[in-house]
């Protein structure tokens, strides 16, 4: 039987987007209150936005603006 090259890459990938979320935890120390420090680092790897306020989320839903993306490729074409 063969070895899926994908499974190991993906494996590769959340093992490093682990290790980002790590990094990216030593500053926000305050977030992860009451939750432990494994589940954490989960969490983040998968969904690195905090949260889906104003200031985070998507301009359309609050603001009616298009997102950066779509702003930026209106200006470029």
Avoid at 31 to 45: A, D, E, N, P
Avoid at 58 to 72: I, S, T, V
Wanted: proline letters at 6%; one cysteine or more.
């Amino acid at each position: 039987m063969t070895k899926n090259p994908q499974r190991a890459l993906r494996r590769h990938h959340a093992a490093r987007r682990k290790r980002w979320a790590e990094r990216e935890l030593a500053h926000m120390v305050d977030w992860h209150q009451g939750r432990s420090r494994l589940k954490t680092v989960g969490m983040l790897s998968e969904t690195p936005k905090r949260c889906s306020c104003w200031i985070c989320g998507n301009p359309r839903r609050y603001f009616g603006q298009p997102p950066h993306r779509e702003a930026k490729a209106q200006l470029d074409g």
